[in-house]
């Protein structure tokens, strides 16, 4: 939950140059498999689609003024964007601008806040019409 307060902050930051999304994925460690000590909340394996969504739940009470997307049972946005199992990305025009590391190492707020960081002195520097 912590990386969730982090994220949100930043969403709250850089609200005016940017829209933040959060895409609830399958549980990395469901209580019921490959069990984390450190885990805020005991979730078992979504075996449906209603699961995942009670499950979203939670991560929207930690980020409630982030919209949540919540991913299909085949994992599709998942296998598509290799978010196993946390990932950030930026995405520009349909085209992926900042892609970074697989979680947990990977995730690194503070490379995302740099990249934001550099956009947003970029918009400075643009000359006002």
Not at 22 to 35: K, N, T
Not at 52 to 71: K, N, S
Request: aromatic share 10%; glycine share 6%.
């Amino acid at each position: 939950m912590a990386r969730l307060r982090s994220f949100q902050r930043l969403a709250a930051h850089f609200v005016d140059i940017a829209d933040f999304l959060l895409v609830y994925i399958e549980e990395a460690h469901p209580s019921d498999g490959w069990v984390s000590s450190d885990a805020a909340y005991k979730i078992p394996k979504h075996q449906c689609l209603q699961d995942r969504l009670r499950a979203a739940q939670l991560m929207r009470e930690g980020a409630p003024d982030c919209p949540l997307a919540v991913d299909t049972m085949d994992n599709a946005s998942s296998a598509a964007y290799g978010a196993y199992f946390e990932r950030l990305y930026i995405i520009q025009e349909e085209k992926v601008m900042y892609q970074g590391g697989r979680g947990p190492e990977g995730y690194k707020i503070s490379e995302l806040r740099s990249w934001l960081d550099q956009a947003l002195h970029s918009l400075s520097l643009l000359p006002t019409l």
